[in-house]
C-alpha cells in the first residue's frame, strides 16, 4: 500500500554537501513517523534522522549540526540535506515510513526504500 524510493546519492568530496529526496506513493491520505537511516559496509543499519507528522524532528548525534530533515506533506515526500560530509559519512542511505492513513485508521508498515549510496572520498 505504500511504495517508498530514495534518490539524490552520489560521490563528494569531504565538505560537500548532498540533498536527498524520498517520496512515498501508494494508496493513504497522510504518512506519520518518517525517517532516514543509513547502513555502512559492515556495520549495522542507523538512525540518521526523524521528523514527524507535526514537523517535530530528531537527528542522531554523529550529524546534529550538518544535516537537517524535512518534510512536504502536500507532495509525500521527505529530504535529507547533508552537509560538511565526511568521510564516515559513507554508507547506503534508507527512507523509511512507519505509518499510513487510510480513512480515519493510521496502519503501521514500516516500509523501506532499496537505498541510495551516499559516498565521501578525498
Known amino acids: 500500500q505504500v511504495r517508498v524510493v530514495e534518490s539524490g546519492g552520489g560521490s563528494v568530496q569531504p565538505g560537500g554537501s548532498l540533498k536527498l529526496s524520498c517520496a512515498a506513493s501508494?494508496?493513504?491520505?497522510?504518512?506519520?513517523?518518517l525517517g532516514w537511516h543509513r547502513q555502512a559496509p559492515g556495520k549495522q543499519r542507523e538512525a540518521v534522522a526523524t521528523?514527524?507528522?507535526?514537523?517535530?524532528?530528531w537527528h542522531a548525534e554523529s550529524v546534529k549540526g550538518r544535516f537537517a530533515i524535512s518534510a512536504d506533506k502536500r507532495r509525500n515526500m521527505v529530504f535529507l540535506e547533508m552537509n560538511n560530509l565526511q568521510l564516515g559519512d559513507t554508507a547506503v542511505y534508507y527512507c523509511?515510513?512507519?505509518?499510513?492513513?487510510?480513512?480515519?485508521?493510521?496502519?503501521?508498515?514500516?516500509?523501506w526504500g532499496p537505498g541510495t549510496q551516499v559516498t565521501v572520498s578525498s
Open positions: 523509511n515510513v512507519g505509518y499510513i492513513r487510510t480513512g480515519t485508521t493510521w496502519r503501521h508498515r514500516d516500509a
Open positions: 501508494g494508496s493513504f491520505s497522510s504518512l506519520l513517523a
Open positions: 521528523i514527524s507528522e507535526d514537523g517535530d524532528y
